[in-house]
């Protein structure tokens, strides 16, 4: 019996599902955090939005290259787990209000998965999740600095 597809490159498995991050960790035990494990676990973002640029908040996180980029772009199984985790981040933004504020973590977060998910899934899948949290943010009475939403707009056009 086939455990199913393996896949050669470490994020594509891990999206794919048939791998795990540098903590040992599959996607699925990530997506089923709760609220809490998302606020306070700060390494795994960088293998559910993977980026070609190294992380400056978490050393030896994996560095996208354009061979895993294309795989996952073109495996249906990696980009379900990329939108599996963009569904999960985005029920985390709506039930939490300790991002909105001038200045957070979250919002590097919040670039990196406008960027990844512009990049790996679709500009249009990432239009609406920018929509998504700067209408949190506006109805929040717009307390996140002009500097992360200038970030998260050039991260939808790939500035």
Not at 50 to 73: K, W
Not at 107 to 127: C, G, M, N, W
Request: proline fraction near 7%.
């Amino acid at each position: 019996m086939s455990a199913g597809p393996i896949h050669a490159l470490p994020i594509h498995a891990f999206l794919a599902g048939s791998g795990r991050d540098g903590a040992g960790r599959r996607l699925a035990d990530i997506l089923a955090f709760d609220d809490a494990r998302i606020e306070g676990v700060h390494d795994f973002i960088q293998w559910c939005f993977p980026l070609p640029e190294a992380s400056r908040a978490v050393p030896g996180a994996p560095v996208l290259t354009a061979a895993e980029a294309a795989a996952i772009r073109a495996d249906p199984a990696a980009r379900e787990g990329l939108r599996a985790a963009l569904a999960r981040m985005r029920r985390f933004y709506a039930g939490t209000d300790g991002w909105l504020r001038p200045h957070d973590h979250n919002h590097l977060r919040i670039t990196r998965i406008l960027a990844a998910v512009r990049d790996l899934a679709s500009p249009e899948e990432a239009a609406e999740f920018h929509a998504f949290v700067a209408g949190r943010n506006a109805a929040s009475g717009a307390p996140v600095n002009p500097g992360s939403l200038r970030y998260w707009q050039a991260a939808l056009s790939g500035g």
